[in-house]
């Protein structure tokens, strides 16, 4: 129905940054709020950021003024630019939308299925 696939994942070193994204495609009639999760080694998954339709944006406290999120709703994506990395951003970063359908019109919640960041020197 709907496919949420991440990407931009990879090895940084400390203080570096990356961009993540997530392209949404599918029977997708309409995106509300889109979010990004991450779930480090031998911890629960915890949300990192969100940001809903029109554009309100909520973040962990972890990451505040060092990540932001935005979206584009002209090709689905949202985007995760993430500054001033620390080794305990390290974890599977994963990508979350609330979306209404066109097959039934109901909304579902659908996960990609993450992309690893490594912060380490």
């Known amino acids: 129905q709907v496919q949420l696939v991440e990407s931009g994942g990879g090895l940084v070193q400390p203080g570096g940054s990356l961009r993540l994204s997530c392209a949404a495609s599918?029977?997708?009639?309409?995106?509300?709020?889109m979010g990004w999760y991450r779930r480090a080694p031998g911890k629960e998954r915890e949300l990192v950021a969100s940001?809903?339709?029109?554009?309100?944006?909520n973040y962990a406290d972890s990451v505040k003024d060092r990540f932001t999120i935005s979206r584009d709703d002209d090709t689905n994506n949202v985007y995760l630019q993430m500054y001033s990395l620390k080794p305990e951003d390290t974890a599977v970063y994963y990508c979350?939308?609330?979306?209404?359908?066109?097959?039934?019109?109901?909304?579902?919640?659908?996960w990609g299925r993450g992309t690893q960041v490594t912060i380490s020197s």
């Open positions: 979350n939308a609330d979306v209404k359908i066109t097959i039934d019109y109901k909304t579902y919640t659908y």
């Open positions: 599918g029977s997708i009639f309409r995106i509300y709020r």
């Open positions: 940001i809903t339709d029109p554009d309100r944006t």
